[in-house]
């Protein structure tokens, strides 16, 4: 089998850049690991940039999401039993947030994938990438060596896009003389469950507390999503739900009126934090998009949105090259993307290390926090470096 980009994985990134692609002319061919079920309800982020949305929209996957999304014009933060809200469109030139799950934008794109897209193989699972080179003008092919339905297979790509995630294969196919990796893990997970109760705000709330970070954010009218800052390791099976809730209750306590509502508690996960950035993003005809090449923190939920980010470019690129011929877009797709995703980084971290209590974190810390949070409230300037970066930067 032969296709002019080869994509592995189908998660956000895969699927989005197939679209793309596809709206543009371009054949391609999806290989992913894990079968449909799985990747419809992997649940993980929940909040889409406005960028994110324009694209969505005009590739065609918008109309689910224009009905059922959420928009957002703001998020509140909380710290010393005090609350502030960050209003995004007068600090932003207008920008908002959706929230809208990633569960839902993948059911959105593998349906219109498998009525009028390119081929997307489900439990097509991707072992090697052979043959990058480091001249992408040279005509030697990239393979990609997979199996799928108990047969081993091959498939001759004229470029290869690695959307396979943290744990792919992808990003191996760049040789360790040229590789730089960055990373820091965090000293804490996040437990995250859904329940069945309406969120307890309109908006989404970042809590820093002594006892640890939450998070309240909502995946519909009617389902909250919570996050509790727990130790690494912690086993879900060790937080009934009534402690879940009484946590919950303390973290978020402010002075004056407001109840955080319990509800039935319908799944209930722990994640890893982990900031990890791979460069370059590219070696010869081989391409790494989202997760496959960074890792943030969900904390400035942006995890999701650099993926898209990147596809977008990367489709520009390729679109490029099949209008003029030049290939210039596409060697410059590492250096464009790395521009936005060390500001995402820097922005995860930030948000990170500001509302999370490290457990060796000294009292002097602490107050760096607090004052930190206290000049986010009481400068404009302050508050709006936040908003910027929260509703995103417009970076390549
Ligand atoms: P994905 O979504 O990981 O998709 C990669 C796809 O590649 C497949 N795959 C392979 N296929 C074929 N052959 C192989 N050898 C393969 N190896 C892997 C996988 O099955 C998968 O379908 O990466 P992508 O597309 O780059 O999208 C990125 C986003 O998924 C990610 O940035 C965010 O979801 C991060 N993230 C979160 N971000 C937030 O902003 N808020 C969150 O609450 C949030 N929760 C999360 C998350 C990431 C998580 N992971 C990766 C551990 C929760 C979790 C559990
Ligand atoms: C989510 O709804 O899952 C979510 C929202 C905001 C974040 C992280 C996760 O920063």
Same mark, same amino acid.
């Given at each position: ?5 080869? *994509? ?15 709206? #543009? $002319? *371009? ?17 993980r982020a929940g909040i889409l940039e ?15 999401? !224009? ?12 710290? !010393? ?5 960050? !209003?995004? %469109? ?51 092919? %990239? ?18 896009? $690695? ?45 820093? &507390?002594?006892?640890?970070? =939450? ?6 009218? &009617? ?11 912690? !086993? %879900? =099976? ?53 997760? =496959?090449?960074?890792?943030?923190? %969900?904390? $400035? ?41 060390w500001r995402a980084e820097h922005f995860?971290?930030?948000?990170? #290390? ?9 009292a002097f810390e602490t107050r760096l ?25 417009? *970076?390549?």
């Amino acid at each position: 089998m032969h296709t002019t980009v080869g *994509i592995i994985g189908g998660g956000p990134a895969g699927l989005l850049l197939a679209r793309l692609l596809h709206n #543009s $002319g *371009i054949d391609c061919v999806v290989l992913e690991s894990r079968d449909r079920a799985y990747v419809e309800h992997r649940q993980r982020a929940g909040i889409l940039e406005q960028s994110t949305v324009d694209v969505l929209r005009s590739s065609g996957a918008g109309e689910r999401l !224009d009905r059922e999304g959420l928009v957002h014009d703001g998020i509140e933060l909380r710290w !010393d039993r005090k609350a502030h809200r960050i !209003d995004f %469109p007068s600090l932003t030139g207008g920008r908002r947030v959706w929230v809208y799950a990633q569960t839902e934008v993948c059911k959105d794109l593998i349906a219109l994938q498998l009525k009028d897209g390119a081929p997307l193989l489900f439990e097509a699972q991707v072992l090697a990438v052979e043959g990058a080179t480091a001249n992408i003008k040279t005509g030697d092919r %990239p393979v990609i060596r997979y199996t799928h339905e108990g047969q081993d297979k091959t498939l001759i790509c004229d470029y290869v896009v $690695g959307c396979d995630g943290f744990h792919g294969v992808a990003r191996d196919a760049v040789p360790e003389s040229i590789k730089k990796t960055y990373e820091r893990v965090y000293p804490y997970s996040w437990f995250g469950i859904l329940a069945d109760v309406p969120p307890s705000s309109d908006e989404l709330v970042y809590a820093h &507390s002594p006892r640890g970070f =939450a998070l309240l954010s909502m995946r519909s009218p &009617s389902v909250s999503r919570l996050y509790l800052q727990v130790p690494n390791g912690t !086993d %879900p =099976a060790d937080w009934s739900d009534e402690r879940i809730w009484d946590e919950l209750d303390a973290r978020f306590a402010i002075d004056g009126d407001w109840t955080l509502e319990r509800g039935p508690i319908t799944s209930k996960g722990v994640l890893p934090m982990r900031s990890f950035v791979s460069e370059p993003m590219s070696y010869g005809r081989v391409f790494l998009a989202g997760d =496959a090449a960074h890792i943030v923190p %969900p904390t $400035g939920a942006k995890g999701l949105n650099l993926a898209a980010a990147d596809v977008i470019v990367l489709a520009r690129a390729f679109a490029n090259l099949k209008d003029t011929g030049s290939a210039e877009l596409l060697d410059a797709y590492s250096d464009t993307c790395l521009k936005r995703v060390w500001r995402a980084e820097h922005f995860s971290y930030f948000m990170t #290390s500001t509302l999370h209590t490290d457990p060796d974190q000294s009292a002097f810390e602490t107050r760096l926090q607090i004052s930190q949070l206290d000049r986010i409230a009481s400068s404009p300037y302050a508050a709006a470096e936040l908003a910027e970066n929260y509703a995103g930067l417009h *970076i390549g």
